[in-house]
């Protein structure tokens, strides 16, 4: 996606690498949500990480491009108007062709039981909104190389 400002994105990007060290490496990563700011100001964030990042504004439409692109790292809100996160999740781990992806819970929802409800639905990782730059970094550090997320995950992320 071409975005009119993306000057003011690479130098970002710049001085977000410099800032943090070592980069994890780079994985193909949905984000899912509804809200078209969050959705982007998440996927700024991403790409400063190096990350290859494209936005799923609705669960239906990441249906599809789950399909489709078969990514690597699925981040996705739990409150979406038309499919929310965790039929998503069950979607997605329903789907043999997608037990390679790692799925990633973040919400507002940061109870235990909302953890707990998220894990149970297929999601490897929850993160609770906002989510700051190191959570993002340390997540994607911690993935494994080929990208898999364990059977009823591991969070370790509040």
Same mark, same amino acid.
């Given at each position: 996606?071409?975005?009119?400002?993306?000057?003011?994105?690479?130098?970002?990007?710049?001085?977000?690498?410099?800032?943090?060290?070592?980069?994890?490496?780079?994985? !193909?990563?949905?984000?899912?949500?509804?809200?078209?700011?969050?959705? !982007?100001?998440? #996927?700024?964030?991403?790409?400063?990480?190096?990350?290859?990042?494209?936005?799923?504004?609705?669960?239906? #439409?990441?249906?599809?491009?789950?399909?489709?692109?078969?990514?690597?790292?699925?981040?996705?809100?739990?409150?979406?108007?038309?499919?929310?996160?965790?039929?998503?999740?069950?979607?997605?781990?329903?789907?043999?062709?997608?037990?390679?992806?790692?799925?990633?819970?973040?919400?507002?929802?940061?109870?235990?039981?909302?953890?707990?409800?998220?894990?149970?639905?297929?999601?490897?990782? !929850?993160?609770?909104?906002?989510?700051?730059?190191?959570?993002?970094?340390?997540?994607?550090?911690?993935?494994?190389?080929?990208?898999?997320?364990?059977?009823?995950?591991?969070?370790?992320?509040?």
């Amino acid at each position: 996606m071409k975005r009119p400002d993306d000057a003011p994105a690479r130098s970002f990007s710049k001085s977000v690498g410099t800032s943090l060290g070592d980069q994890p490496p780079p994985r !193909h990563v949905l984000i899912v949500d509804d809200t078209r700011v969050a959705a !982007h100001a998440l #996927e700024r964030l991403l790409e400063a990480l190096g990350q290859r990042v494209r936005v799923a504004l609705s669960g239906m #439409e990441a249906l599809r491009m789950v399909a489709e692109e078969r990514p690597d790292v699925v981040i996705s809100d739990i409150s979406m108007p038309d499919l929310d996160g965790y039929e998503l999740a069950r979607r997605i781990r329903s789907d043999p062709g997608c037990d390679r992806v790692t799925l990633v819970a973040l919400t507002a929802y940061g109870q235990a039981e909302d953890r707990r409800v998220a894990l149970d639905a297929g999601f490897g990782y !929850h993160l609770v909104k906002p989510v700051s730059l190191k959570a993002l970094q340390e997540l994607f550090a911690g993935f494994p190389t080929a990208s898999v997320s364990a059977p009823g995950g591991t969070s370790g992320q509040d």
